[in-house]
């Protein structure tokens, strides 16, 4: 082979999870997916924190952001802490609305008591 380092970074690259996602075992969640989904992928996540945020109608048109009125709605958020154990990152997961809007990398986890 001619080029051997470019195999590797191929394979790397193709073995790499976007920054928008991570594995559980071997099933990829990924932003956009519902809590659904995820807790299928995932099961249950160690910690979950529920609050309600105040925002504006929106419509999205072609990419864009169109609001809809000035009045406020409420849009239900979760955190989900996912926790791998002390040989992984944790990661906590952003619900809005119930779809998966981010996913955030932590220091490593911890043994349960």
């Not at 099933?27 to 997916?33: P, Y």
């Not at 992928?41 to 929106?58: D, M, Q």
Request: net charge neutral; proline share 6%.
């Amino acid at each position: 082979m001619k080029h051997p380092w470019l195999a590797t970074a191929a394979v790397i690259l193709l073995a790499s999870s976007p920054a928008h996602a991570f594995r559980c075992g071997n099933k990829l969640v990924l932003e956009g997916d519902t809590r659904t989904e995820v807790r299928r992928k995932c099961g249950e996540p160690a910690e979950v924190t529920r609050k309600t945020i105040l925002r504006t109608p929106v419509y999205w048109w072609h990419g864009q952001p169109i609001q809809v009125s000035s009045d406020l709605i409420e849009v239900p958020v979760e955190i989900w802490l996912y926790n791998l154990g002390p040989n992984q990152l944790m990661r906590r997961l952003r619900f809005e609305d119930g779809e998966l809007i981010d996913i955030e990398t932590l220091g490593y986890g911890y043994l349960e008591k």
